[in-house]
């Protein structure tokens, strides 16, 4: 079970309380009140003392289990908010989520330049620019790669072909660990 912990910290926040006033109300220890409001496991004895802390139904405490598009359209939302941060990494599956959103958004873009002329493409190819290749830069570095590689894709289709194949490597965790640290 995984607390949801913006509901943790909304419900503790509502309240007027840090989370060392928390931990002493509840019982708990205050690094297991840091790590559920970074989204950790929570056992039953401690969701049983927040239940009764914050006068709430467990339900209300535990993330919800997400739909079959939940992922899809959060990993989307993510790669369109985070469209000009080059740093941290993101994960695979996310990554991939977001090129498709892109590929979905220029194909739109063409359907509606063979009725409006080139401007919608061209609109469309500029507004994706920077947060794909923010998104890429990320995946590289979640992959253990250097960023750099991008500028293979300057090499006519051969170096696209490249990029793409490289931005498929599996993360790397003790790296994205220590560059989501340093970023």
């Known amino acids: 079970m ?4 913006v509901r943790l910290r909304e419900l503790r926040a509502a309240r007027q309380w840090s989370q060392e006033q928390l931990a002493t109300l509840s019982g708990l220890n205050l690094r297991t009140i840091q790590r559920l409001e970074s989204g950790s496991r929570i056992s039953q004895e401690s969701l049983r003392a927040l239940c009764a802390v914050f006068e709430v139904p ?5 993330e919800r289990e997400a739909g079959p598009s939940e992922p899809a359209l959060r990993a989307m939302r993510e790669g369109v908010l985070r469209g000009l941060d080059f740093s941290g990494v993101t994960p695979r599956g996310e990554f991939w989520w977001f090129v498709l959103a892109v590929v979905m958004l220029l194909g739109l873009a063409q ?4 009725y409006l002329g080139a401007l919608p493409l061209q609109l469309a190819g500029i507004a994706v620019l920077l947060p794909w290749i923010a998104a ?3 995946r590289l570095r979640d992959a253990g790669l250097s960023p750099w590689w991008q ?5 006519p289709v051969a170096g696209i072909l490249v990029l793409l194949y490289l931005l498929t490597y599996p993360s ?3 790296d994205s660990v220590e560059a989501a640290e340093s970023a």
């Open 2 to 5: 995984h607390v949801d912990p």
């Open 58 to 62: 467990a339900e209300r405490l535990l």
């Open 111 to 114: 359907i509606l330049s063979e």
């Open 136 to 138: 890429c830069t990320r």
């Open 151 to 155: 500028l293979i894709s300057l090499a």
């Open 172 to 174: 790397r965790a003790i």
